[in-house]
């Protein structure tokens, strides 16, 4: 019975340091489950690819009290949760037929899973060209992040200087080309770890600079890079980038603060020494998380897919791993590493 | 010829700890000046009262590049700039005349100073029983950045609960009052340093609670303060406090950035263990100055000397001390080492 039971990763650990699926305390550990009948309004899914965000990270342990968290932690013992595309298998629900492509928010590190159809969005065919794992990219969190980032809640302007950190991870290479491509934006800086990375934030995604945080003269660079400072910081990171950062906002500049990779898996304060910058130029600096714009989506959605169509703007920056379930944590272990460039998807293979 | 030479402190070192007047480095060098004789549109001035704010510390030593300052830094060699309240001896300006009293917002730490007419605003007498010297506090920029930054920049209304830091300091002494007496709001909570501070903000100034930084109960304490959590954290401090209250801030809070007294005299970074609460909780940082919002002043003004007028407001909050010039710079480093409750306001006496 290959529908009734299904592999799955289980969260046995809390660490704060970077997960692990070995040693003597494993962050996760694999095993299999029996799932449960199919209810009215639930679909059986396939899982076909899983996507590699860095902040379910935070789902694990995080500085905030789990009762103040947005989306509550994953318990112990419970699948580790993930966002990912599927196949309907079975269908209980009149919305889904079998054969149906789905995006699952809130899945989990499993072969297969039971869902409330409620709780899916079905992913309809794309133009020619474009695959149905951009869903899980540049049309899916990390596109819509930021376009309605960027334009929305930071309200940058074609005369703006932007500067974008984690300039080429899968949300600030698409803040990178909406800013260069869709805004038309004077000037965009994306900061990036690697001479690598550096070049193909610049010559791939079009950033007119990048600078690279790991270099000796990153301060430096970063201040050559923004020869009128910086209207708009677009920030992933937090840490170090954006102490540096802050030291180069144009007064009444605004950071939009959209994570904080630097901190998820380190058990350090976040030192900055350029706190005072906020006062001095009269900073705003807004959090912000894409559920909260819902209503802007269906646009940011439909100008993503049509400059893609029309070749605008470069959406083959995923970087599809095609991976068993038992490699599924490590290929998103890589992501909080900074192995890849762009967006990280694995492929579920048998 | 008395009116020709006047005592000033001149800038010798940019200290990033306690300035000094002692030691093999002084921060501050007592000289007597000659004063250059009055021009067309000029004004001599005979100092009354000092205002000791905490923020020209700023002007000495800060981690702002100088070139990014709002107000350039003091040069070495220059006398300590400062704000004060003086009598006008001898004017050669149509709008002033001899007996006047003026606010100069850039005067220096001096006896008698010449100054441009258009460079210092008249106070005018103030109804009875209200001190001249509430134009350095009250009516001056701490009241005015409380009401305005209260109000205008953090939009606090009556249903808030309001977290202010340096609670009983000069600026947070008036945010206090403004919350509970002019905006009326349903919770006001202010952070102070030890038991007596704390005392004096809850029974003299009306906060419905106050939280002791130093005590090592300070998390669990300002969260048994804050039962619904927090609105609108209005900041004068940084570092630690600051810390505290993000974990305590309520979903899209904000916080209004008015200063960071904690890294004034550091050099060390500040760090923040709870920088992920901007995200997850969506808040919005305001950095401000109330030279951005002088628009709003003169019905700040208005509406601080009636509510101060009718007794509503305690503006009996300034700590006048009498010093002679030579002990002007150590009645203001009292204000850093935060001896006081209240606006600190030096009386130079003779």
């Known amino acids: 019975?290959?529908?009734t039971t299904s592999k799955q990763w289980i969260l046995s650990d809390r660490t704060t340091s970077l997960p692990t699926i070995s040693g003597p305390k494993p962050t996760f550990t694999l095993s299999t489950a029996e799932l449960p009948p199919l209810q009215e309004g639930q679909l059986l899914v396939q899982v076909r690819y899983f996507s590699n965000d860095a902040g379910i990270r935070t789902f694990i342990s995080c500085t905030v009290d789990q009762e103040r968290m947005y989306v509550p932690p994953v318990p112990i013992g419970a699948p580790m949760r993930a966002g990912l595309l599927?196949?309907?298998?079975?269908?209980?629900?009149?919305?889904?037929?079998?054969?149906d492509f789905v995006f699952a928010g809130s899945g989990s590190w499993a072969e297969k899973i039971v869902v409330n159809a409620a709780d899916v969005q079905l992913t309809p065919p794309l133009p020619s060209g474009l695959s149905m794992t951009h869903y899980l990219g540049?049309?899916?969190?990390?596109?819509?992040?930021?376009?309605?980032?960027?334009?929305?809640?930071?309200?940058?302007?074609?005369?703006?200087?932007?500067?974008?950190?984690?300039a080429a991870g899968a949300t600030g290479s698409m803040v990178v080309q909406v800013?260069?491509?869709?805004?038309?934006?004077?000037?965009v800086v994306g900061i990036a770890g690697g001479p690598e990375k550096c070049a193909w934030v610049r010559d791939y995604l079009g950033?007119?600079?990048?600078v690279d945080y790991k270099s000796p003269t990153f301060k430096e660079d970063l201040k050559a890079a923004t020869p009128d400072e910086v209207d708009i910081f677009f920030d992933n990171v937090g840490g170090p980038v954006l102490d540096g950062v802050l030291a180069r906002m144009k007064r009444y500049g605004v950071v939009a603060v959209c994570?904080?990779?630097a901190t998820y898996s380190s058990d350090e304060p976040m030192a900055l020494r350029n706190w005072f910058e906020i006062v001095s130029q009269r900073l705003t600096l807004k959090g912000?998380?894409?559920f909260d714009h819902m209503d802007k989506v269906p646009e940011a959605r439909e100008a993503l897919i049509k400059a893609a169509a029309e070749g605008r703007i470069k959406v083959d920056?995923?970087?599809?791993?095609?991976?068993k379930i038992e490699e599924v944590p490590n290929v998103w272990i890589d992501v909080l590493k900074g192995v890849n460039k762009g967006k990280s998807v694995t492929k579920l293979i048998a």
């Open 288 to 290: 912000f998380f894409i």
């Open 317 to 323: 920056i995923e970087q599809v791993v095609p991976a």
């Open 86 to 99: 599927g196949e309907v298998l079975e269908s209980k629900s009149p919305d889904f037929k079998s054969g």
């Open 179 to 187: 800013a260069v491509k869709l805004l038309g934006a004077k000037r």
């Open 138 to 166: 540049a049309f899916g969190g990390t596109g819509l992040t930021a376009h309605v980032g960027l334009l929305h809640v930071a309200q940058a302007k074609p005369e703006h200087t932007i500067v974008v950190s984690a």
């Open 1 to 3: 019975m290959a529908n």
């Open 207 to 210: 950033a007119h600079a990048c």
């Open 259 to 261: 994570g904080s990779v």
